[in-house]
């Protein structure tokens, strides 16, 4: 069965940090890019980072550009999202999705994990 499982959100203070992780299992993801959307109550889907196979080619947002770093283990089949200097604007719901296209994984991944709630207090 083929999964993405998140972990790692919680509630934390304006200016803290977060670390999830992306589980992912049921076939070989070496080949695919891996990225993160999050969605925040009342609004879209927005994407937050990317990471191609093999990681030589990074993606973010301008919104979290410098303050989170996205990164992956192959050997574990997972991937992470080190966030820093949190804000309460990053308060939303954080997803994990892969595809084998790069070119497809910000417009439509083709495996979404179910999120992870991330909640920033000022």
């Known amino acids: 069965q083929v999964q993405l499982v998140e972990s790692g959100g919680g509630l934390v203070q304006a200016g803290g940090s977060l670390k999830l992780s992306c589980a992912a299992s049921?076939?070989?993801?070496?080949?695919?890019?891996m990225g993160w959307f999050r969605q925040a109550p009342g609004k879209e889907r927005d994407f937050v980072a990317s990471?191609?196979?093999?990681?030589?080619?990074?993606y973010y947002a301008n919104s979290v550009k410098g303050r989170f770093t996205i990164s992956r283990d192959d050997a574990k089949n997972t991937v992470y999202l080190e966030m820093d200097r949190l804000e309460p604007e990053d308060t939303a719901t954080y997803y994990c999705?892969?595809?084998?296209?790069?070119?497809?994984?910000?417009?439509?991944?083709?495996?979404w994990g179910r999120g992870t709630q991330v909640t920033i207090s000022s």
């Open positions: 990471i191609s196979s093999g990681g030589g080619i990074i």
């Open positions: 049921g076939r070989t993801w070496k080949g695919y890019a």
């Open positions: 999705a892969a595809d084998e296209r790069p070119a497809s994984l910000r417009a439509n991944p083709g495996y």
